[in-house]
């Protein structure tokens, strides 16, 4: 008789193991799910915070340049040549949706998503470049 009490304790414990174990492999499940579509939309998800900050420059350039933007600064303070305000902001802009398109055309993500990034950098380059007192 006490078999059979030590086998029905057993059978309690494994239930609760076995449920335990049922929630586990639940979370696992849903952890799993997301990071498959993580990985699936991993090129939207890399894109949206350059695609963002580029607007984002774009439209601070937009208001804040002078009309004619200055680029190849010489060693004697004077601009090379002078480009429109129109052309400074879309110029990088156009360059920095260009490589995301790139991104989501190539397998290797990485390459042209750090190249976006560093595109980024124009607009600010730009904007100091050109920022100085009358």
Known sequence: MENSGASVKEA????GFGKVKAVVGKINGIINT?????FRLRKFVMAAPVVY??????????????ELVGINLQPTGEFAQYISR???VMG????TLGCLILMFCSRKAMYSWAIS??????PLLLLLSNAYPN
């Open 12 to 15: 309690r414990t494994q239930t």
């Open 92 to 95: 990088p802009l156009a360059l």
């Open 86 to 88: 129109n052309m400074a």
């Open 53 to 66: 900050y580029a607007l984002k420059l774009a439209s601070y350039n937009r208001t804040h340049l002078p």
């Open 34 to 38: 997301i990071g498959v579509w993580l």
């Open 117 to 122: 990034i560093f595109t980024l950098t124009l």
